[in-house]
């Protein structure tokens, strides 16, 4: 008989209130994979950062809070979908603060040119999908 993992959703106090103004789950997990919703670029106050490199980290620190709270790490991480509004334009500056937070071994990424994300001031949106407990370390 086959046993099926219930579908657990993912919301850290700090993020309760996106999750009920906006009717969205931050991550969802199911057994040991997790999906985390699209991270932008906004501080707690709703703030967007002043560029590109500012943006990213924000949103990879709330990637890594999310994790965190469904019981991974972004060592977990086995694929990375990101959007950008320039894309050419701003990759470099991307690419250097991804790989602060993704050293070798990388995960799979896409990287998605778009014409607008959720408010006007936003420049990138990083998705994730990790698999808790297959990470180094």
């Given at each position: 008989?086959e046993?099926?993992?219930?579908?657990?959703?993912?919301?850290?106090?700090?993020?309760?209130?996106?999750?009920?103004?906006?009717?969205?789950?931050?991550?969802?997990?199911?057994?040991?994979?997790?999906?985390?919703?699209?991270?932008?670029?906004?501080t707690?106050?709703?703030?967007?950062?002043?560029?590109?490199?500012?943006?990213?980290?924000?949103?990879?620190?709330?990637?890594?809070?999310?994790?965190?709270?469904?019981?991974?790490?972004?060592?977990?991480?086995?694929?990375?979908?990101t959007?950008?509004?320039?894309?050419?334009?701003?990759?470099?500056?991307?690419?250097?603060?991804?790989?602060?937070?993704?050293?070798?071994?990388?995960?799979?990424?896409?990287?998605?040119?778009?014409?607008?994300?959720?408010?006007?001031?936003?420049?990138?949106e990083?998705?994730?999908?990790?698999?808790?407990?297959?990470?180094?370390?």
């Amino acid at each position: 008989m086959e046993t099926f993992t219930k579908r657990q959703s993912i919301v850290p106090p700090s993020f309760q209130a996106w999750h009920d103004s906006f009717h969205f789950t931050p991550a969802t997990r199911v057994g040991d994979i997790i999906w985390v919703s699209g991270q932008v670029g906004l501080t707690a106050e709703m703030k967007a950062g002043e560029d590109m490199q500012a943006q990213a980290r924000i949103a990879f620190e709330s990637l890594k809070a999310i994790l965190d709270s469904a019981g991974a790490s972004l060592a977990d991480v086995v694929e990375l979908t990101t959007f950008h509004t320039d894309l050419r334009g701003e990759m470099e500056a991307f690419q250097a603060v991804k790989d602060e937070y993704f050293p070798h071994p990388y995960p799979s990424w896409t990287a998605v040119g778009v014409t607008q994300l959720g408010l006007p001031e936003l420049c990138v949106e990083i998705r994730a999908v990790a698999v808790a407990g297959s990470g180094e370390g």
